[in-house]
């Protein structure tokens, strides 16, 4: 130790962890003397909330993977303009607060749209409904699964597929032994910030899909009206203490998922 | 087996002409990092698409611009083997040799052998970050020679490893190569490489074939200038050629007919110039020249050694080994009598 | 760790109405904490305010009276705290945070409809398959909405209720709804349906309480506060209140 000298350059690392623990801990704490987590967790209000949030999240990301997953893929493989352009035009979504996301759905999607009348004669109603929800959390959360997927793709030797198909492996096949392997890391990755994302999704979903319990009403905007009540931010404070434990618990799990015992290095 | 292949295309703006074709041999394609090597093999492999052209692997035509036949890579029988991406990381050796033909039990007999003869046994189950540079390309070696291949295609395969253990694969690379009876087209930009491995080397640049030639021949009787220059011939000149004379630099040389005449371009290597004494009482011998020794760079077990004219005659580099240098006693001369032996001269058509 | 919470409750406050106070900190200034509903009304007064008094400065942050009322509660240091939620906030008081307050003016619920709405009585709102707009029931104007779902024929209020869509946070939110053509009714204060030029506005069935707005000059506050509540609660505001929507009582 002392032949290297004071470690000096640990403590603005060590100050920045704390930065992010100690609100955390704040929260618990605050939850647990002035809050009544046990009331919440009693509350119908609440699990409803939660149930809409685990299930909407959840299936937000399932259509970011399943869509967003070619479309990266396409954007990284070409190397035309036209796929740059697109890769920057998916971040622009993280840049706009998410109420104007809500207001960019409903010029679209609402019922004064452009796409509201061709929707509406197709017998189709989005906006109040729990798939405007799952569209509003799309709309701001997939596209850190697409840069994440993107990055991933454009980093892999595009080598490693052209050797695979000079060993007859069709591209399908290519993509499923050697490819998704090979950027396993950085999709999982995404996967996390996406779900994370779109749980904690709130002013599109409030512009776009509104707030209504077991409908639409999803944790963010539970913690929004419970902050409004009688019980003010101790009531908010004990929904939002409910929510982050069980996305710890679930992005253990992910994490998990997104390091699984093959990797390889 | 055979390969021939003949296309053109453009990659942004590098322009490409590709004319090569290898019968049971190992056709080296020698040329300088950018001259095309890789664009070659991955057009052969169908990784990339020509403009135009034909490619034919082992009688099948793959690629026929003017009929519209473009196999895709998984058809055209191709072995391939990069270096920097030889292996699939996150597999074991056996199922990176094994993918896409786990069925077969013909394969796994063909990677029985392959075991054997690249000295693999007892790593199935590592993974490539596990082994060796040497056994990783043994292990890309043997994946692509598990399925009955028309064409092995190596991207410099050989480049990251230390010299010893690069000898120890030539050697096995010729032996397979014999063994399984294919055309190999191994892409280097070493020339000691190419030399060691060929037995036809195609030397390319800028997107071109320059010359397709037996090694020797390539070696021997470069075709160009600019052959010379890339398989290695230092003295390079202006000339006139005269029937079997040859000028240059007001000195004239004899040299075999060649049916020559006009401006040439004279080349000789530095290692087959002869150096001797000068003696002023005796007039140089035919082919010689006095020069004096202006540069001496010791390499260990050669010196090379640098000559400006004293009188007619080129500017010369000379390679002598150290036992005749040593012999010779080179410092302690300034002057010395430089012979350009007939058979070493190599004449050229003016480029 | 006390210390802690006015960021996190900043933080969720400011996520939570988007309103954003900023500007550097001015010592001499009177500190305004108002009900979000007054952001249309109280610049104009407080500029009446200023020609009596000149060289006076404000600094008003506008939001959620019980998101104000937590903020004070928290530490954050404020004079004067108009509010629309008396009974919310009355944690100030018991925490002894105020140091005199005074009824200002009223607000009453109104219901806007989109512009081509098929709705022509307030009985129309009971119509299957409408879309309506209601505040939550934690916000002063979804309690309001509630206390008059309460006193209506107990068929229709069922057949409103079946009808909302959503219970949104922020009154301006649910008119933005029908502003949107998203809902087709809502149900909002007088004062904010002013705010929308072209929509058509339903007067309620039956009279509920409106709602009660207080100013509060809060403890240790700029003696100049109580003066400005005064002038707030005084003859020169009340049209200015009126012009807004605004009931004053004591005047027609």
Redesign the interface.
């Known amino acids: 130790m002392t032949a290297r000298g004071r470690n000096w350059w640990v403590i603005p690392p060590v100050l920045f962890g704390l930065f992010f623990l100690l609100p955390l801990v704040g929260l618990a704490w605050f939850a647990i003397t002035d809050g009544d987590v046990a009331a919440e967790l009693g509350s119908s209000t609440t699990w409803d909330a939660l149930r809409l949030s685990l299930l909407t999240a959840t299936f937000t990301l399932v259509l970011a993977v399943v869509l967003g997953t070619p479309l990266a893929y396409l954007l990284a493989a070409s190397e035309a303009g036209w796929a740059r352009l697109t890769a920057t035009l998916l971040d622009l979504p993280l840049v706009l607060p998410p109420v104007v996301s809500g207001i960019a759905l409903l010029t679209v999607f609402g019922r004064r749209g452009y796409l509201g009348d061709p929707l509406a004669e197709a017998g189709v109603t989005l906006s109040f409904t729990t798939a405007a929800v799952v569209l509003a959390q799309l709309f701001v959360a997939a596209p850190y699964y697409v840069r994440a997927a993107y990055a991933g793709f454009s980093a892999m030797d595009p080598r490693f597929e052209g050797v695979a198909y000079t060993l007859g492996l069709s591209r399908w096949r290519t993509f499923r032994s050697v490819t998704l392997p090979l950027v396993w890391p950085a999709l999982a990755g995404g996967a996390v910030l996406c779900w994370a994302r779109a749980l904690g999704e709130l002013g599109a979903t409030l512009l776009f899909a509104g707030s209504l319990p077991g409908r639409t009403q999803t944790m963010p905007l539970a913690i929004l009206s419970a902050f409004e009540s009688n019980a003010g931010l101790a009531g908010a404070v004990s929904i939002a203490v409910i929510l982050v434990g069980f996305a710890l618990v679930l992005m253990v799990l992910l994490h998990r998922l997104s390091t699984p015992g093959g990797a390889y290095r | 087996m055979t390969l021939h292949a003949s296309f053109q295309g453009c990659a942004g703006d590098f322009a490409y002409d590709i004319a090569l074709a290898a019968e049971h041999e190992l056709l080296v394609l020698y040329g300088h990092s950018g001259a095309g090597k890789t664009m070659a093999l991955r057009s052969i492999a169908g990784l990339a698409r020509p403009d135009s052209g034909t490619i034919e692997i082992g009688g099948r035509t793959v690629f026929d611009s003017a009929a519209g036949i473009d196999q895709p890579p998984q058809q055209r029988r191709t072995g391939y083997v990069v270096q920097e991406v030889a292996l699939f990381p996150h597999l074991s050796v056996e199922r990176n040799v094994l993918i896409g033909v786990e069925g077969s039990t013909e394969a796994r007999a063909r990677w029985g052998r392959l075991r054997d003869a690249l000295h693999l046994g007892g790593l199935d189950n590592r993974r490539p970050h596990e082994l060796s540079g040497g056994q990783q390309q043994r292990v890309a070696l043997a994946r692509a020679l598990v399925r009955p291949v028309d064409v092995l295609l190596l991207d410099e395969p050989f480049s990251a490893l230390d010299d010893a253990l690069r000898a120890d694969l030539r050697t096995e690379l010729k032996r397979l190569q014999r063994e399984f009876a294919v055309p190999v087209v191994f892409v280097t930009h070493d020339l000691r490489e190419a030399h060691l491995l060929a037995d036809s080397v195609a030397v390319i640049d800028d997107g071109r074939i320059l010359q397709l030639a037996p090694r020797d021949e390539v070696f021997r009787r470069p075709g160009a200038r600019r052959v010379a220059e890339l398989t290695g011939v230092r003295n390079l000149f202006a000339a006139t050629a005269s029937g079997d004379r040859v000028t240059v630099e007001g000195l004239e040389l004899r040299l075999p007919a060649n049916g020559l005449s006009g401006p040439v371009d004279l080349g000789i290597r530095s290692e087959r110039c002869n150096l001797r004494r000068f003696d002023p009482d005796e007039p140089p011998p035919p082919n010689c020249f006095v020069g004096r020794l202006v540069e001496d760079l010791a390499f260990g077990n050669t010196h090379t050694l640098r000559f400006e004219p004293d009188g007619v005659g080129p500017r010369i580099e000379v390679e002598v080994a150290a036992r005749p240098y040593e012999v010779l006693d080179v410092p302690s001369r300034n002057r010395w009598v430089i012979e350009l032996p007939p058979d070493d001269l190599l004449v050229m058509p003016q480029s | ?1 006390p210390t ?2 006015p ?3 900043g933080f ?2 400011l ?2 109405t ?1 309103i954003l106070g900023s500007g550097c900190r001015d010592d001499t200034a009177i500190r305004v904490f108002a009900a979000s509903s007054l952001q249309d009304v109280l610049p104009a007064i407080l500029d009446s305010y200023a020609e009596t008094d000149d060289g006076v400065t404000f600094e008003v942050q506008y939001g ?1 009276s ?2 104000l ?2 903020q004070i509660e ?1 530490g954050a240091e404020a004079d004067l705290f108009l509010y629309a939620n008396p ?2 906030v009355e944690r100030l008081t018991t925490q002894d945070l105020v140091s005199a307050q005074r009824p200002l003016v009223t607000n009453s619920l109104v219901v806007v409809l989109r512009s081509g709405a098929p709705i022509e009585t307030f009985a129309d709102l009971g119509r299957p398959g409408l ?1 309506i ?1 209601i505040g ?4 002063p104007v979804g309690a309001l909405t509630q206390r008059l779902l309460a006193a209506l024929d107990p068929a229709l209020a069922a057949a409103i209720r079946a009808n ?6 922020n009154v301006r ?1 649910a008119l ?2 029908v502003d ?4 087709d009714a809502a149900f909002v204060y007088r004062t904010d349906a002013a705010t929308v030029s072209d929509l058509a506005i339903l007067d309620l069935p039956v009279a509920v309480a409106p709602n009660q707005y207080v100013g509060a000059v809060l403890r240790d506050a700029d003696p100049d506060a109580a003066v400005l509540l005064d002038f707030i609660a005084g003859p020169v505001a009340a049209p200015i209140w009126r012009s807004a929507g605004f009931a004053v009582p004591g005047t027609p």
């Open positions: 760790m802690l919470r960021r996190v409750v969720i406050f996520v939570a988007a959620g019980q998101a009322a937590t928290l009974q919310q879309r707009a939550a029931p934690e916000v909302v869509v959503t219970e949104d946070p939110v933005s709804r949107l053509g998203e809902a």
